[in-house]
């Protein structure tokens, strides 16, 4: 079973570009979140998709940020202008279907997003 | 605000002891609690998960305790390895759909 995959692996960006992220969870996993971590802070929750509706989106910094998950299996993250602050690692999640109560999740092996 | 806490010290330790982490969370009560290791350059994988109602879970060297009086979470590696070096993070989390809340994480280090 392939895991998650996310692309690109690292980014380099100068503010005010865009940058978009790709995920691709599980095969059959209805749940797919997105988390972030910020240089020396803990990772946080950005959002959480159930199939291709957001179910939680409570994490997103601003309107700068756009996620979209189109048939419910790949998403993407857009970052638009993209500012220094968005500096981090990006990891996507995904679990099994059902509620995300007591599923594990898999992660992706995160984006790196330099805003220079 | 919730809070979590985990020792932000490096754990050094000798291979074959048993390492100890804390985690411990303020100004919420948890449902359940995931246990994650990530080494560098990864994502965080799954290690344990343990409900509000369970006092303690074991999978092979591990074990996890659930202290919803004290607000905490114990984890122990047993008979650690070089291969258990790594950041282990805890995440008590109240959301039905998974949302997890992530502590900053303990780095742990297992010398020969």
């Known amino acids: 079973e392939a895991g998650v995959t996310q692309f690109p692996s690292h980014s380099v960006i100068e503010k005010g570009q865009t940058v978009t992220l790709r995920c691709d969870p599980i095969s059959g996993h209805d749940n797919l979140y997105w988390y972030r971590r910020v240089m020396g802070k803990e990772i946080k929750f950005l959002l959480h998709?159930?199939?291709?509706?957001?179910?939680?989106e409570s994490g997103m910094p601003n309107n700068r940020f756009l996620a979209e998950r189109t048939g419910g299996t790949y998403s993407t993250l857009k970052v638009q202008p993209a500012e220094l602050e968005d500096s981090g690692v990006y990891f996507c999640?995904?679990?099994?279907?059902?509620?995300?109560?007591?599923?594990?999740?898999?992660f992706g092996p995160g984006t790196r997003l330099t805003v220079t | 605000s919730q809070k979590i806490e985990q020792n932000s010290e490096a754990l050094n330790i000798q291979e074959g002891k048993t390492a100890t982490l804390t985690c411990n969370y303020t100004?919420?009560?948890?449902?359940?609690l995931q246990w994650y290791r990530q080494d560098p350059g990864r994502g965080p994988v799954f290690l344990l998960l343990i409900r509000e109602n369970e006092k303690e879970k074991r999978k092979e060297r591990l074990k996890v305790t659930f202290d919803t009086t004290l607000k905490q979470s114990l984890f122990h590696i047993t008979a650690s390895q070089p291969a258990d070096s790594a950041t282990y993070l805890c995440?008590?989390?109240?959301?039905?759909?998974?949302?997890?809340?992530f502590g900053a994480g303990t780095q742990v280090v297992v010398t020969p």
């Open positions: 100004n919420y009560s948890p449902a359940y």
């Open positions: 999640a995904s679990s099994r279907t059902g509620t995300g109560f007591s599923y594990e999740q898999y």
């Open positions: 998709f159930v199939k291709e509706s957001k179910q939680d």
């Open positions: 995440a008590p989390t109240t959301d039905s759909w998974g949302k997890l809340q």
